[in-house]
């Protein structure tokens, strides 16, 4: 089960960074891993985002945990890699030949997909999407457009909380949907979808008459209530962004990739 992806508050570690250096941090790593195939480089990346989390968050086995579906999954492409590359030398013998290009490749992929989705998920789980906004408005992205992506990132949580209570309530009447049939797909867009929807909707709406309420967008540009300084983590975020950078492209000259 995938689980629920959400920002958490919390005062050390990347909560206490600007979102444009989690933002540098995240695009750092994504080139490590995206950018090469030197299998040290990724594993590299991925420990490095294990210590991002156990500095951040309360316990690396909860860290663990929160990611043991995306373990599960790089495993089946591991395998999977494994088992179709068949050319190469062979290392040894389970009913298949297991070759050493096999193995690579199947390294290869499964740590680019765990490094891509635990970093992303670490970044959303670290960064306030209202100071996140609110940097980019100040990179000069206009605020409708900052606003727009505080509103999708409220509304996750909403439809979740939405999905769940029109769950709870077709349980109670004894309402059964399946999407294994025709039938079943209607009935569960008619059960679960439209009311599902309708509160959305509704929600839309309550939060158009408040903007226009307030007479958003009547100005061109929008001042902050706060910003956020510069702090000793920030710099060691840039540091490492720096070694990243440097590591990954010494890889590549030194590869060949």
Known sequence: MIPAIAYHSGRRGL?????GSGLLLLAC?????????DITIKLTALVLIFAFAAWSEESVRAWSKSLRFAFVFASLLFVAQVVAIREG??????GIAITSPGVISGANMALRFLVVLS???????????DALASSLIRW???YRYGFTLILALRFVPFFRNELKIVR???????????VRSI??????????????????LIRVDTIAMSMKGRAFGLHRH???TSQRGVTLEDGLIWLCCGAILTGTLLARRYSGS
């Open 15 to 19: 909560h206490r960074v600007n979102p």
């Open 29 to 37: 790593l994504l080139f490590a891993v995206l950018g090469g195939s």
């Open 89 to 94: 030398a062979v290392l040894f013998h389970i």
């Open 119 to 129: 970093a992303s998920f670490l970044f959303v789980l670290t960064t306030d999407p």
């Open 140 to 142: 000069g992205i206009p």
């Open 168 to 178: 709870e309530a077709q349980r109670l009447r004894g309402v059964q949907t399946s």
């Open 183 to 200: 039938r079943g797909i209607r009935q569960a867009i008619r059960y679960t979808f439209v009311p599902v929807l309708v509160s959305g």
């Open 222 to 224: 929008r001042t902050s």
